[in-house]
């Protein structure tokens, strides 16, 4: 049974399309990540929710809006993507400071 | 510069050899993370530290907290070691900053 989830595994679309990446954990922890890793493997915080709270948006264009349904479920909407927006996506929960990551969805833009 | 440093870069070794990978930051930090992202992508938390040593099958984690400097020791490396390493910290208020990694290639 999975602990942290995220759909799709691969999203592939064009310039202009707005998509969703999906998160849910069954952990029940309060806080939850969206994580973006480039191509050059390195990765930047992108939005922090805590009980359902945006508590930090890391200078992440407005184009991107995260929506956490419930406390398991913490979505990534894009609008209007580009280029520029294809990495892999990380979902990730904390308790007590550790992370548990899910298996993230590579995005490719064309 | 980014405030959580990594070294080395790459790293290639021997099955069998002892290796070591560095952590060093700038800012305060309430705990460090080694993470480990294997080939397939898939990130799993090793350690977190906010003070001493912490010990796991092969794998050893220290911190120094007035030098601002972390260390992962794996013990008799072997191929299945191969992946890259991830220091990140927790600065506080929900904030993690991620190093850039260290790949390693362990060779039979």
């Known amino acids: 049974d999975t602990a942290v989830s995220q759909t799709p595994k691969y999203l592939v679309t064009q310039m202009g399309n707005d998509k969703s990446i999906k998160c849910e954990q069954n952990?029940?922890?309060?806080?939850m990540y969206w994580y973006k890793q480039d191509s050059k493997k390195f990765l930047k915080i992108m939005f922090s929710?805590?009980?359902?709270?945006?508590?930090i948006n890391e200078t992440v264009p407005n184009r991107f809006s995260p929506k956490s349904p419930d406390k398991a479920h913490l979505n990534l909407h894009i609008n209007s993507l580009e280029l520029g927006d294809s990495a892999v996506y990380f979902c990730?929960?904390?308790?007590?400071?550790?992370?548990?990551f899910g298996p993230g969805t590579r995005l490719t833009v064309t | 510069k980014n405030e959580v440093e990594q070294s080395p870069q790459n790293l290639t070794a021997q099955e069998g050899e002892f290796i070591t990978i560095n952590c060093s930051y700038s800012?305060?930090?309430?705990?460090l993370h080694w993470l480990q992202q294997h080939p397939g992508g898939g990130i799993v938390s090793l350690f977190m530290l906010s003070s001493g040593k912490k010990k796991h099958g092969r794998l050893i984690a220290t911190i120094n907290i007035q030098e601002k400097h972390s260390s992962l020791h794996i013990t008799a490396s072997h191929p299945r070691d191969s992946a890259v390493y991830i220091c990140?910290?927790?600065?506080?208020?929900?904030?993690?900053?991620f190093g850039a990694g260290t790949r390693l290639f362990v060779k039979a």
């Open positions: 800012v305060g930090i309430s705990a």
């Open positions: 990140a910290v927790n600065t506080g208020g929900f904030k993690t900053i």
């Open positions: 952990l029940g922890h309060d806080t």
């Open positions: 929710y805590n009980n359902k709270e945006l508590i």
């Open positions: 990730a929960t904390d308790r007590g400071g550790e992370q548990y």
